[in-house]
């Protein structure tokens, strides 16, 4: 696969204040051998891109807990557009309602991930979005 490890973003945006949830995520990544950046709370949306550039990740994982996701997402990807950031998947976890996760993958959400989720189960589905686009992970 790759010569280095998958470089994984994880960011807080907006208000919500909760962070376990990221925090445990963080920790099953870099357990299965990924490179964790965690941006911490209160994340704007030019301040995740900003921090996915400087950092070349191959993925950015959201944590959204507050319900905001319709609105932070757009804002997100745009800004990481704007920064040639396009071919990074955006991956979200968090109370996201069953009807929002079309309207997630049709702003460019690759993958949604509720309270629960087997950590495996985020792990495998990084390693495939980096297989898809191993130019991501040179």
């Known amino acids: 696969m790759a010569n280095r490890a998958i470089r994984v973003l994880i960011a807080k945006p907006g208000l919500d204040g909760h962070d376990r949830g990221a925090k445990v995520i963080a920790r099953a990544l870099r357990d299965a051998g990924m490179e964790v950046i965690y941006t911490g709370l209160r994340q ?3 301040m995740i891109s900003e921090a996915a550039l400087q950092e070349d990740v191959d993925v950015v994982g959201l944590s959204i807990l507050s319900g905001a996701h ?23 976890g968090g109370i996201i309602p069953d009807e929002d996760r079309t ?3 049709e702003m460019g959400v690759s993958a949604v991930f509720g ?3 087997n950590t495996e189960e985020i792990v495998r589905r990084i390693e495939q979005l980096i297989a898809i686009n191993p130019d991501s992970a040179l």
């Not at 757009?74 to 396009?86: A, C, E, V, Y």
């Open 44 to 46: 704007t949306p030019e």
């Open 70 to 92: 319709l609105a932070l997402v757009p804002r997100i990807r745009q800004t990481m557009d704007t920064n040639g950031l396009h071919d990074v998947p955006i991956i979200v």
């Open 103 to 105: 309207k997630l993958a």
């Open 115 to 117: 309270p629960g989720t």
